[in-house]
């Protein structure tokens, strides 16, 4: 008997890349045998059993033959239960329940459910991308139409296997999808909440222009938390590209409801029990950490000495290349993770605010918990800021004349800047002052003498290292940009240089020689 | 079968399982089905009837007791696998029967009614 042979195109998921894997089913003669082979896990193949039970729900029984399905490439291992619907319908094309021809030029994910009916499944919007990029159209379940359909692909969404099977005999045709409306912008906290605690919020004000990596050290109670979660309200909607980038993460993740995308810059603020995985990145099917779910957002780690030193120390490679890498025996997953990274920390154990929390320690007790944080860690970020308690009399002032609008404003003109100096910068880098490699901006700061000598003096006294050099460098680039100024003057390297990490001890010692750094 | 019983009272059984197949086949015939093999006997087991009608190729086990129900229950798993076994062993050394397809079927027998063709009964896990 000739063997009869259908295929369709699928996708597998490698981070967020999708990778079209084609089904392919032969139906021959001998045991009437269902058999699936190209590396299925365990919910691959156990998707024998939902297609022969959608099957029946159709009122068609499985072929009365040997059933062969391939999945190609077949060295690669195939993770997920999306792979039911492209297998059921390569063995209704091989049965004559649909046109064999129908399925050209079509791929499709879903997962069947007993019924016959298609359940959402997640990454149908790189899945979608996928097909774009090789011209093919998708179908996929019902549920995640509206998602697929922003990859600009033609997407029929389905709600169940028979509409389908009806869609492809043109006996009752589906529409094309329609993608889901924007999330309107969630509300979020104003800034003008926050009484008190200027310099912290000149901070946030300038981390959030820059996109540097900020720290705040305060006690319990000081704040922190709350300035932190004002941060998305000051930083710019995200541009298509990165809406895009961003979209395809959560949707692999899971994480789009009725395709749904927003244009809020993600704010990830995972507890300090967090593990190691759930922070970059792994677990059975290699999901994206947290890292890559604040993509192109901001990760606030509160709390920060009390996250495991391993676990802080695996993001290290995150914060500097901008993306996660998980190895895994065959293969390494590289997700996305372009993230801006707030840090929230107790100066010591003992909390160290003033009165009762006050540290009863002495210096050594910050300089064991700061230091639980290990010294790499600490050089990857910008800006160290005190956030220093709140007093009753800052309580009882009236509310701040600047709210998150102003501020937002102001960022927004700074961004601006930037987005025009690096217009010619790879794309992989985000065009703001953080991530401009040092040399470049040596140039872009065009510091008048003035300012240098003060930037030298200062590093010979602070004993900056190269790094630490050009992160001044950056961070006073920021703040001429939020001034509107076109080079760096002495004034923005002054308060570029407060922003670096004095321990208490370094306090203690410059006051002893009495040579402190004017600012 | 192997187990040890009066002898009497196994005769009566014997007799009885082949009144049964001896229906069953009649009952296939009638339906179109060309008996290729009856009581086929393999290292693995036997097989009760083998039938053919056109592209099938059944491997029938049949069942007498008290109710059609009954006997479809007694065909066990062990009982499937070994059929199963049994049926790979027999086609493996038939030529005439590659291009067909396999079906295990069971043939219900009981008093008093009709015999039950249960098609396509189950289908193999793994061949």
Not at chain 1, 416 to 424: E, I, K, L, M, N
Request: charged share 25%.
């Amino acid at each position: 008997m000739a063997s009869a042979i259908s295929r369709i195109t699928t996708f597998a998921f490698e981070g967020v890349e999708a990778r079209p894997i084609d089904v392919q089913v032969q139906l021959s003669s001998g045991a009437p045998t269902f058999t699936i082979v190209g590396l299925p896990d365990k919910a691959v193949g156990e998707s024998r059993e939902r297609v022969r039970a959608a099957f029946s729900a159709l009122g068609l029984a499985m072929p009365p033959n040997r059933v062969l399905v391939n999945l190609a490439p077949a060295d690669m291992p195939k993770e997920g239960s999306h792979y039911d619907l492209a297998i059921a319908l390569a063995i209704l094309a091989a049965i004559g329940a649909a046109p064999r021809d129908s399925l050209d030029g079509v791929a499709a994910i879903g997962e069947l459910a007993l019924d016959g009916g298609l359940a959402d499944t997640v990454g149908a919007l790189p899945a979608a991308m996928g097909a774009e990029a090789l011209g093919l159209s998708l179908v996929c379940p019902a549920a995640c139409g509206a998602e697929a359909a922003w990859s600009g692909a033609n997407v029929i969404a389905a709600p169940s296997l028979i509409a389908l099977v009806n869609h492809f005999n043109g006996t009752s045709v589906l529409s094309p999808a329609r993608p889901g409306e924007l999330e309107s912008e969630p509300a979020v906290a104003d800034m003008r909440d926050v009484k008190g605690q200027e310099a912290a919020k000149r901070a946030l004000e300038i981390a959030a222009a820059g996109g540097h990596n900020l720290m705040m050290i305060g006690p319990p109670g000081s704040g922190k938390s709350m300035l932190a979660q004002r941060l998305p309200g000051l930083l710019p909607p995200l541009s298509a590209r990165e809406l895009l980038e961003v979209s395809q993460i959560q949707s692999i993740a899971g994480m789009l409801q009725r395709g749904r995308l927003s244009r809020a810059r993600p704010f990830r603020a995972p507890h300090h029990s967090a593990s190691m995985a759930a922070l970059v990145g792994g677990g059975i099917r290699a999901r994206p950490g947290e890292v890559s779910l604040a993509h192109h957002g901001v990760l606030f780690l509160d709390e920060i000495p009390e996250f495991a030193s391993q676990t802080l120390d695996a993001l290290r490679q995150p914060l500097e290349n901008g993306e996660a890498m998980i190895s895994r025996a065959n293969r390494h997953v590289r997700y996305p993770s372009r993230f801006q990274l707030i840090a929230a920390a107790n100066p010591c154990k003992c909390g160290g605010g003033a009165g009762a929390h006050a540290c009863r320690k002495g210096p050594s007790c910050q300089a064991n918990y700061l230091g639980r944080i290990s010294g790499p860690f600490m050089d990857r970020i910008d800006l160290f800021v005190d956030a220093a308690p709140v007093t009753a009399a800052d309580l009882s002032l009236p509310p701040p004349a600047e709210g998150t609008a102003e501020i937002a404003a102001r960022v927004r003109a700074a961004r601006q800047v930037q987005d025009t100096r690096y217009a010619a910068a790879p794309a992989s880098r985000r065009p703001v002052n953080a991530d401009v490699p040092g040399p470049e901006i040596e140039a872009a700061c065009a510091a008048d003498g003035e300012a240098r000598e003060l930037l030298t003096k200062a590093a010979e006294k602070m004993a900056l290292s190269a790094r630490g050099y050009y992160r001044v460098l950056k961070v006073a680039r920021t703040i001429a940009d939020l001034d509107g100024a076109a080079a760096v003057r002495r004034l923005h390297i002054a308060e570029a240089l407060s922003y670096r990490f004095r321990s208490s001890q370094d306090d203690a010692r410059r006051h002893a020689t009495g040579s402190r750094l004017s600012v | 079968m192997s187990r040890a019983e009066p002898t009497r009272q196994r005769q009566a059984r014997e007799t009885h399982g082949r009144r049964a197949e001896r229906l069953a086949e009649v009952w296939l015939r009638l339906k179109g089905y060309r008996i290729l093999a009856r009581r086929a006997r393999t290292p693995h087991g036997e097989i009760d009837v083998v039938a053919r009608k056109g592209r099938i190729l059944a491997f029938v086990e049949v069942k007498a007791r008290a109710s059609q129900a009954a006997a479809i229950e007694a065909v066990t798993p062990p009982n499937r696998q070994r059929i199963e076994r049994a049926a790979r062993l027999w086609a493996a050394r038939r030529q005439d029967i590659e291009e067909c397809h396999w079906r295990f079927d069971i043939m219900a027998i009981a008093p008093g009614r009709l015999p039950h063709h249960l098609r396509d009964a189950w289908r193999p896990e793994r061949l």
